[in-house]
């Protein structure tokens, strides 16, 4: 959902609630809003407590959980470049072939798996290529001497892989639909209370009902809008992996030549 999509929804709802508040007011007498405005309030008061409790406990969840998927990509990253500069003190042909499969995880992430994000996907040839990092790790021919980088190396490779399981976790966890269920009737029976509400000027409680209505969407959409951080306007960015491959990228443009031996 862009922003145009929720100023419009946001817009839309508020003028619908005016309108039909307009409606009434020229349909019914108004009498009949004194008669149910006393038992309305009541109700409002009892529902609004309610709704704000349970959309603070809501808002609070995805708030952290939108905010865990970002930590864990600014996790993930910081890890795959703490690799990159281990495996950059690694010689050829070790170096080259860390650097490589490197840069061809963090080249699907970016082309192919952020798109398959939006759409709640992991992409499959991410996967294999991290994976195909991990045994390049594991099996690539180092001098005894380099032992140590290779532990810190697979040290780095799972907190990576714990980071983005974790990324992958949130790109599917939301709020159950029982939840969604609840907020959205505990707000059309508020802005049902504010239509039954006695009011001299039918303008002036039109207006309130519209801005009403418009900010409960607006609050209720906002917590769509986080409650997937890989979606809508709200989306986090992959700027992160970006940097991450163009500092990996100056690495392998920074290799030192190879010295041909001479012939005897």
Known sequence: MSYIEL????LGTGLTAALICVLLHRILHHDTFRR????????????????????????????????????AIDSECGSLHGIAILSDRLPAPARAIILDGL????????????????????SQTADIRFQSLWQA???????????????QLLSLLATAHQSRETRLYQM????PGLIWSLLILFAFALIGCMLVFAAEASLSKAVLVGVFASSLTLALLTVRMLDFPFESALQLSSRDFSETLKKVDRLIASAPPQVSEAPE
């Open 172 to 175: 599917r966890q939301g709020v």
């Open 36 to 71: 149910y405005h006393e038992v309305g309030h009541a109700v409002f008061l009892q529902l609004g407590v309610i709704f704000a409790v349970l959309l603070a406990f809501v808002f609070n969840n995805v708030w952290s959980n939108y905010n865990v998927a970002s930590q």
């Open 103 to 122: 840069r061809a995880y963090l080249t699907t992430v970016l082309d192919r798996e952020w798109r398959d994000m939006q759409e709640r996907n992991e």
């Open 137 to 151: 790790v594991e099996k690539v021919d180092t001098d005894p001497a380099d032992s140590q980088i290779r532990g």
């Open 7 to 10: 100023g419009g929804l946001v």
